[in-house]
């Protein structure tokens, strides 16, 4: 009878195949590839994505993001809101409750206590917690009983999905972690490269920068998930290597973070075994003017500094100017292909929080000529403008990166065009992005007139990532040239409109004053001139059904629904 | 003998301390910070904290000699310890990664395996190669063989591997579908079958990296017979009526071989040092890979602990071929 039992059902789960209903571990293996290899399984001490997303495997947040950024319930019953009463009413607390039953991989239960203890970790003062951030503004956080968590603020806080919601922020088990608090938690080898958690796979094998070994968590809630029986993680290479090992050879099932040339995607895209796929999140390429004087005449501690305004691009229609000059179109088609798109805004996503600012996009080289003869900036004997005898002459600075290089010598043509003198300048990224107030080459310091990078807000709400550009943010001597205004913009009703943000609750509002934020630096300033909205380009194999890729969280968000197509 | 020996390793011992020093010091002061790789969604005052929680805001030389003593008593007695369960480390902090924040060694421990399997056997292979291919060729100066030996080394020489490699596995990968382009490290051969997949996955690196050092030796071994050859001593070697076989294969090889052995013995540390672009392109993730990595994240433990004992084994390997000389020619004493 048993046996009979047995047959029917399988013959019953053979028969409803490709479907995503399979039972849980009857697909085999899924294979990953990341061209950066996984150092570490905790996010809370390392933020690089190659870390986060594999941890997000096994490490579970309370809510998540969904493909469309809308946040989804993970180990909760559902997302508190002051509509169902778990937020309180004076925005300063927010209430989650755990699903009944919930267990860690080993057998154990997931507690409020948990939570309780992950926080504690994380806001430790001695443990250099790289997401720290997400726990700003939480006063204390404390189990109600066994599985009620209430995370209190130190004052009313508009968005309070910030603690454990997302990949960034997962709840570590206290039981294993209760020693690594503090100094320890960068000791703590074991725990660190294989956390138990609440996902879908634990890990069974880590070698660090190299291959991380997972089996499927018997223990995960849904009795029927995941379909793979276990899942690897090779890392190491590069971005076109693990390309082929999904596109060309078939060898893997899904590679992260595959940006390689357009002409490349094509031709992997032709040999027919997967295809590429793009999660277009908030990351924007695009060029910073330096408002202040970066002139190496100027003594060191007032060079770049708000003392002096910058000779040249202080003028808002020599801005103006070198914007309308760049055609965005080509620069996102040489350099990203699929996985870029040309843009006018710093905050170019989610739709909702995303100004409708589309005039820089149409190349436009006659009226920036036009602006530049207004300016007063005329052109000489050399085909150079000059005005008052001084050359219009631009220190174009970015870093050391192939398509980077390809936009300086694409923008140099245009802005040389229009009778621009234009030099440029890589530099490493170590240095570049390393923050070290001792070298001139930081993008902080910005010792150029322009600079380009990618810079991206983190998460749905684009709040912090607009204050940014606050007067009080310019990295100057006096703060060791931290903080992030680059630009070193400064607008009092600017400040005066984010103070409006921070408090302001209705979303529909928020997403208005976001908005305007994103015109004041874009359109109506030129202080940012944004290039190309970029995307993470990632390929899976045409085998690997159930992949819905995400910028709002892990890529590998739903992992527990991915199945193997037969 | 001995007394040079002896002599040789005091002498190391303060080069490797100058060697340390120098190390540290530019690997310290070269540009970069651990918080580069960081998004720049973290705000500055949460990197500053990570970077305490580091010990990298500490002073180079506290960290220097903090070092000193962790590469050469915490490390040692962690390995006793592992050895004999014995307890003279008493848990003292070991040299970490502040990428991984993984024992330093662990990961070398982890890495050396691989390195040596693919780089060793590829060194193997070229040597392999090489030493025929030199032999022939000078024997038969100008000949066709001679001529394509130079092309072969030619070609070794001067195509890089990023190229040859990439080309390799277009060939052999994409197109014929024969290996995999990436090396599975947890593969462990048990049985027949397991042995066929590592040759299979050794197959493209080996091949990469065997090409290019079979280029270098085969030229050294040519150069090294044909200074050989025209010597009085095998004309009088012809002359008393011996085979060609043992005038080339008995007195000319062995008298060719004190150089290239100086070169094959100097190119060993290079084995421990892994292949950087080689390892990256086939996924080998030997010690080249984690070299490169670390560089890349300014992981500066890493990366001073790696260099610090390439020079150990550079410093070790040069002696060993000072003493090769000797057994290998009997008219070179040090004493």
Same mark, same amino acid.
């Given at each position: 009878?048993?046996?009979?039992?047995?047959?029917?059902?399988?013959?019953?789960?053979?028969?409803?195949?490709?479907?995503?209903?399979?039972?849980?571990?009857?697909?085999?293996?899924?294979?990953?590839?990341?061209?950066?290899?996984?150092?570490?399984?905790?996010?809370?001490?390392?933020?690089?994505?190659?870390?986060?997303?594999?941890?997000?495997?096994?490490?579970?947040?309370?809510?998540?993001?969904?493909?469309?950024?809308?946040?989804?319930?993970?180990?909760?019953?559902?997302?508190?809101?002051?509509?169902?009463?778990?937020?309180?009413?004076?925005?300063?607390?927010?209430?989650?409750?755990?699903?009944?039953?919930?267990?860690?991989?080993?057998?154990?239960?997931?507690?409020?206590?948990?939570?309780?203890?992950?926080?504690?970790?994380?806001?430790?003062?001695?443990?250099?917690?790289?997401?720290?951030?997400?726990?700003?503004?939480?006063?204390?956080?404390?189990?109600?009983?066994?599985?009620?968590?209430?995370?209190?603020?130190?004052?009313?806080?508009?968005?309070?999905?910030?603690?454990?919601?997302?990949?960034?922020?997962?709840?570590?088990? =206290?039981?294993?972690?209760?020693?690594?608090?503090?100094?320890?938690?960068?000791?703590?080898?074991?725990?660190?490269?294989?956390?138990?958690?609440?996902?879908?796979?634990?890990?069974?094998?880590?070698?660090?920068?190299?291959?991380?070994?997972?089996?499927?968590?018997?223990?995960?809630?849904?009795?029927?998930?995941?379909?793979?029986?276990?899942?690897?993680?090779?890392?190491?290479?590069?971005?076109?290597?693990?390309?082929?090992?999904?596109?060309?050879?078939?060898?893997?099932?899904?590679?992260?973070?595959?940006?390689?040339?357009?002409?490349?995607?094509?031709?992997?895209?032709?040999?027919?075994?997967?295809?590429?796929?793009?999660?277009?999140?908030?990351?924007?390429?695009?060029?910073?003017?330096?408002?202040?004087?970066?002139?190496?005449?100027?003594?060191?501690?007032?060079?770049?500094?708000? =003392?002096?305004?910058?000779?040249?691009?202080?003028?808002?229609?020599?801005?103006?100017?070198?914007?309308?000059?760049?055609?965005?179109?080509?620069?996102?088609?040489?350099?990203?292909?699929?996985?870029?798109?040309?843009?006018?805004?710093?905050?170019?996503?989610?739709?909702?929080?995303?100004?409708?600012?589309?005039?820089?996009?149409?190349?436009?080289?006659?009226?920036?000529?036009?602006?530049?003869?207004?300016?007063?900036?005329?052109?000489?004997?050399?085909?150079?403008?000059?005005?008052?005898?001084?050359?219009?002459?631009?220190?174009?600075?970015?870093?050391?990166?192939?398509?980077?290089?390809?936009?300086?010598?694409?923008?140099?043509?245009?802005?040389?065009?229009?009778?621009?003198?234009?030099?440029?300048?890589?530099?490493?990224?170590?240095?570049?992005?390393?923050?070290?107030?001792?070298?001139?080459?930081?993008?902080?310091?910005?010792?150029?007139?322009?600079?380009?990078?990618?810079?991206?807000?983190?998460?749905?709400?684009?709040?912090?990532?607009?204050?940014?550009?606050?007067?009080?943010?310019?990295?100057?001597?006096?703060?060791?040239?931290?903080?992030?205004?680059?630009?070193?913009?400064?607008?009092?009703?600017?400040?005066?409109?984010?103070?409006?943000?921070?408090?302001?609750?209705?979303?529909?509002?928020?997403?208005?004053?976001?908005?305007?934020?994103?015109?004041?630096?874009?359109?109506?300033?030129?202080?940012?001139?944004?290039?190309?909205?970029?995307?993470?380009?990632?390929?899976?194999?045409?085998?690997?059904?159930?992949?819905?890729?995400?910028?709002?969280?892990?890529?590998?968000?739903?992992?527990?629904?991915?199945?193997?197509?037969? | 003998?001995?007394?040079?020996?002896?002599?040789?390793?005091?002498?190391?011992?303060?080069?490797?301390?100058?060697?340390?020093?120098?190390?540290?010091?530019?690997?310290?002061?070269?540009?970069?910070?651990?918080?580069?790789?960081?998004?720049?969604?973290?705000?500055?005052?949460?990197?500053?904290?990570? !970077?305490?929680?580091?010990?990298?805001?500490?002073?180079?030389?506290?960290?220097? &000699?903090?070092?000193?003593?962790?590469?050469?008593?915490?490390?040692?007695?962690?390995?006793?310890?592992?050895?004999?369960?014995?307890?003279?480390?008493?848990?003292?902090?070991?040299?970490?990664?502040?990428?991984?924040?993984?024992?330093?060694?662990?990961?070398?421990?982890?890495?050396?395996?691989?390195?040596?399997?693919?780089?060793?056997?590829?060194?193997? &292979?070229?040597?392999?190669?090489?030493?025929?291919?030199?032999?022939?060729?000078?024997?038969?100066?100008?000949?066709?063989?001679?001529?394509?030996?130079?092309?072969?080394?030619?070609?070794?020489?001067?195509?890089?591997?990023?190229?040859?490699?990439?080309?390799?596995?277009?060939?052999?990968?994409?197109?014929?579908?024969?290996?995999?382009?990436?090396?599975?490290?947890?593969?462990?051969?048990?049985?027949?079958?397991?042995?066929?997949?590592?040759?299979?996955?050794?197959?493209?690196?080996?091949?990469?990296?065997?090409?290019?050092?079979?280029?270098?030796?085969?030229?050294?071994?040519?150069?090294?017979?044909?200074?050989?050859?025209?010597?009085?001593?095998?004309?009088?070697?012809?002359?008393?009526?011996?085979?060609?076989?043992? &005038?080339?294969?008995?007195?000319?090889?062995?008298?060719?071989? !004190?150089?290239?052995?100086?070169?094959?013995?100097?190119?060993?540390?290079?084995?421990?040092?892994?292949?950087?672009?080689?390892?990256?392109?086939?996924?080998?993730?030997?010690?080249?890979?984690?070299?490169?990595?670390?560089?890349?994240?300014?992981?500066?433990?890493?990366?001073?602990?790696?260099?610090?004992?390439?020079?150990?084994?550079?410093?070790?390997?040069?002696?060993?071929?000072?003493?090769?000389?000797?057994?290998?020619?009997?008219?070179?004493?040090?004493?």
């Amino acid at each position: 009878m048993k046996l009979k039992t047995a047959l029917l059902g399988a013959a019953c789960a053979l028969s409803f195949a490709p479907a995503a209903f399979a039972d849980r571990g009857t697909d085999g293996e899924v294979k990953f590839t990341f061209p950066q290899a996984v150092s570490i399984m905790n996010p809370f001490l390392s933020s690089g994505t190659k870390d986060v997303y594999a941890a997000s495997l096994v490490l579970e947040p309370l809510a998540g993001f969904d493909a469309d950024g809308v946040i989804i319930p993970k180990l909760v019953t559902e997302i508190p809101t002051l509509e169902n009463g778990g937020i309180s009413a004076d925005l300063t607390s927010i209430t989650w409750k755990l699903l009944p039953d919930l267990k860690w991989s080993d057998g154990s239960p997931v507690t409020a206590d948990d939570a309780v203890f992950t926080a504690a970790y994380c806001m430790d003062p001695a443990g250099g917690c790289a997401q720290l951030s997400k726990f700003d503004g939480v006063a204390k956080v404390e189990a109600v009983d066994a599985s009620t968590v209430k995370v209190t603020f130190t004052g009313p806080k508009p968005n309070p999905y910030t603690a454990f919601v997302g990949a960034l922020s997962p709840i570590l088990q =206290k039981a294993q972690f209760a020693a690594c608090q503090g100094a320890a938690a960068p000791t703590c080898t074991d725990p660190n490269n294989m956390p138990i958690g609440t996902g879908p796979f634990k890990v069974t094998g880590f070698t660090v920068n190299d291959t991380v070994t997972l089996a499927m968590n018997e223990n995960y809630r849904d009795p029927a998930k995941p379909a793979f029986a276990s899942a690897v993680i090779k890392g190491g290479g590069d971005a076109e290597g693990s390309a082929r090992a999904v596109m060309e050879t078939g060898e893997f099932d899904y590679a992260w973070n595959t940006q390689i040339p357009p002409d490349s995607q094509a031709s992997m895209t032709a040999a027919g075994k997967g295809e590429f796929v793009v999660a277009f999140g908030t990351l924007v390429e695009r060029i910073e003017m330096n408002m202040t004087d970066p002139d190496p005449a100027l003594p060191e501690g007032e060079r770049a500094t708000a =003392k002096h305004p910058h000779p040249i691009l202080s003028d808002i229609k020599v801005r103006t100017a070198l914007s309308k000059a760049i055609d965005r179109q080509i620069l996102s088609d040489v350099g990203y292909g699929a996985g870029g798109k040309p843009t006018c805004n710093v905050v170019p996503a989610p739709d909702a929080w995303a100004s409708d600012n589309t005039g820089c996009i149409a190349q436009d080289m006659e009226g920036a000529k036009k602006l530049l003869d207004e300016a007063g900036w005329v052109p000489g004997a050399d085909g150079i403008r000059e005005k008052d005898g001084k050359k219009l002459h631009i220190l174009y600075q970015s870093t050391v990166n192939p398509i980077r290089q390809d936009f300086q010598a694409l923008v140099k043509d245009w802005w040389t065009e229009l009778g621009v003198d234009v030099e440029l300048k890589a530099i490493d990224p170590s240095v570049f992005f390393g923050g070290d107030a001792g070298s001139p080459d930081t993008f902080q310091k910005f010792y150029a007139d322009v600079e380009m990078y990618a810079n991206n807000s983190d998460g749905t709400d684009p709040e912090t990532y607009l204050s940014q550009y606050q007067c009080v943010n310019a990295p100057s001597p006096e703060n060791q040239w931290q903080g992030e205004n680059m630009n070193r913009y400064c607008d009092p009703a600017y400040d005066a409109k984010v103070k409006v943000l921070t408090t302001t609750v209705d979303v529909a509002e928020r997403q208005k004053i976001a908005k305007e934020l994103n015109d004041m630096v874009t359109k109506d300033s030129m202080t940012v001139i944004p290039l190309v909205h970029r995307g993470t380009l990632s390929a899976h194999s045409n085998t690997l059904g159930g992949v819905k890729i995400n910028a709002w969280d892990s890529e590998m968000w739903n992992v527990a629904d991915w199945f193997r197509v037969k | 003998m001995l007394t040079f020996t002896l002599r040789r390793l005091l002498l190391a011992i303060p080069t490797l301390f100058v060697i340390s020093l120098v190390i540290f010091l530019l690997v310290d002061l070269a540009p970069g910070s651990p918080m580069s790789e960081i998004p720049l969604t973290v705000p500055p005052d949460v990197r500053r904290k990570m !970077i305490e929680a580091l010990g990298a805001d500490q002073p180079v030389f506290v960290r220097y &000699v903090l070092w000193l003593r962790q590469f050469f008593w915490v490390e040692p007695a962690t390995l006793f310890d592992g050895w004999f369960g014995t307890n003279w480390a008493g848990g003292e902090q070991r040299i970490l990664s502040w990428q991984s924040r993984a024992p330093v060694f662990t990961i070398i421990g982890q890495r050396i395996p691989q390195t040596l399997t693919v780089i060793g056997t590829a060194y193997l &292979v070229g040597i392999l190669i090489a030493l025929p291919i030199g032999i022939y060729s000078a024997y038969r100066q100008y000949s066709l063989f001679d001529q394509l030996g130079t092309l072969f080394a030619m070609i070794g020489f001067s195509v890089p591997t990023f190229f040859s490699g990439t080309l390799i596995i277009i060939i052999f990968a994409v197109t014929l579908g024969w290996f995999p382009t990436k090396y599975d490290t947890n593969l462990h051969v048990t049985d027949w079958a397991s042995f066929v997949k590592q040759l299979q996955q050794m197959a493209m690196p080996v091949m990469t990296l065997g090409l290019a050092n079979a280029a270098v030796i085969s030229r050294y071994m040519r150069s090294s017979m044909l200074d050989n050859m025209g010597m009085d001593y095998v004309r009088t070697a012809r002359a008393k009526g011996m085979s060609e076989r043992v &005038v080339v294969l008995k007195h000319v090889l062995r008298n060719s071989m !004190i150089p290239v052995v100086t070169v094959i013995a100097l190119g060993i540390p290079s084995i421990f040092g892994g292949a950087i672009i080689t390892e990256n392109l086939f996924g080998v993730n030997g010690i080249g890979a984690a070299l490169i990595g670390a560089i890349h994240a300014s992981d500066l433990p890493m990366v001073q602990t790696l260099a610090f004992i390439f020079a150990v084994l550079i410093v070790s390997f040069n002696l060993i071929a000072d003493v090769l000389y000797g057994l290998l020619d009997p008219r070179i004493r040090y004493d």
